[in-house]
């Protein structure tokens, strides 16, 4: 018995998940219901339902289904069909999945049949594929996000499958079938599959022999890489240790390159902690070194102390600021003369050293301020210093 194919859903009603595309009054599906639903693209994880999204849309629009994969698909299948329905009453719907990994050539066939609506094209990616698709198909289609199952969903879904089969399964089995799904229908709903075929009575021990770990999207998936990424970081500027190493862990678990983590974090050294707290940038490069040098699953360590140690730091951005005023000025034509004590000829020039640390001389030919010190961490003593000198 396959119960992704059994609990498979026929109307927008039947899904679970995706409220904001499928209830009643979503956007998407009263384009649908309209008859006016133009070319589409999905994106989201594995197993949320973007194939079943695009059957029932076909039968929503009752259109023959065709069903392709990019890493298979043949251009001439393709001018196959479009010729069979070239002069069809009614034109079919093209479902394309990981449409991200279309060749150029490919894209360009589905043009013209897109331009002339002779068929309608649908396709489906676990990567946003805004970035993979031409300017020419992007300007011809909508994309829409599914997004990962929540929990009230799955849990909704495995209520559906032990009834419709009639199953015995323990409340702690059906917590771990929810809970190590992440958010992925297909897999909860495949595990259930397995542990039914080898015992008509389903336990948490049966379930933990067959997955020993909960799944997680890979941080390899573009939207999840960048997520996750994002999420350390704002975690860590928000001093908040635990989601930091939370979402280390994700990182970790989901294939992210040690060497990856710690450049993002000398990164966020600089632009977060900075004069704050100058030794966070030294700890963070020796971090960058060892992980190269040592890699995982010790490396995972080394990373921890470096992400605790920035969170338990001072934050200032101040570096950050200071360059990008720099940078504007440049850039909007603030072009100052050298002062002619400082050039290479040196004429006039005031050896500080010479005056026991510090003179006063010209260094800018024209008024400029763009560092701003905060009263934080060791940057506070650097702004009392210099507010010393120049007082």
């Not at 609990?7 to 384009?31: I, K, N, Y």
């Not at 570096?319 to 002619?340: D, F, W």
């Not at 905060?374 to 210093?385: F, L, T, V």
Request: aromatic share 8%.
């Amino acid at each position: 018995m396959d119960f992704t194919y059994l609990l498979r859903p026929d109307s927008f009603d039947a899904m679970v998940g995706q409220e904001h595309l499928t209830q009643a009054g979503a956007p998407l599906r009263v384009l649908c219901e309209k008859n006016a639903l133009g070319h589409s693209f999905f994106y989201g994880p594995a197993g949320v339902g973007k194939t079943s999204l695009a059957r029932i849309i076909a039968t929503t629009l009752d259109m023959p289904f065709y069903e392709f994969n990019a890493t298979s698909l043949k251009i001439e299948e393709l001018r196959k069909l479009f010729s069979q329905y070239k002069n069809a009453l009614q034109k079919p719907l093209i479902f394309i999945d990981e449409v991200h990994r279309l060749s150029k050539n490919q894209q360009e066939v589905l043009l013209p049949v897109m331009e002339s609506n002779a068929v309608l094209i649908i396709g489906a990616s676990t990567e946003n594929p805004f970035f993979s698709l031409t300017a020419a198909i992007r300007s011809r289609s909508m994309l829409f996000e599914l997004r990962a199952i929540s929990h009230a969903a799955l849990t909704q879904l495995l209520q559906r499958a032990i009834e419709k089969e009639n199953l015995h399964i323990d409340d702690d089995a059906k917590e771990y079938l929810v809970a190590s799904s992440g958010g992925d229908a297909r897999a909860m709903l495949k595990l259930l599959e397995f542990a039914a075929n080898i015992n008509e009575k389903i336990s948490l021990e049966l379930l933990q022999s067959l997955r020993p770990n909960a799944l997680q999207a890979g941080s390899s998936e573009a939207g999840v890489h960048y997520d996750l990424a994002s999420a350390l970081i704002k975690s860590i500027r928000g001093s908040d240790a635990d989601a930091a190493v939370y979402y280390l862990a994700r990182l970790i678990e989901g294939g992210e390159s040690a060497d990856f983590i710690a450049r993002r974090l000398v990164i966020l050294t600089s632009e977060d902690i900075g004069n704050a707290n100058p030794q966070a940038l030294t700890l963070t490069t020796s971090t960058l070194t060892s992980v190269k040098q040592i890699g995982y699953p010790e490396a995972r360590i080394i990373l921890a102390q470096a992400v605790i140690y920035l969170c338990a730091s001072p934050k200032s951005n101040s570096a950050y600021l200071a360059i990008n005023k720099a940078l504007k000025a440049v850039k909007e034509g603030e072009i100052a003369p050298i002062p002619q004590n400082i050039t290479q000829q040196n004429e006039g020039y005031l050896y500080p050293h010479d005056f026991g640390g510090y003179v006063a001389q010209e260094y800018l030919s024209k008024p400029m301020h763009f560092v701003e010190l905060k009263e934080i961490g060791y940057e506070k003593k650097m702004k009392d210093w210099l507010e010393l000198l120049f007082k």
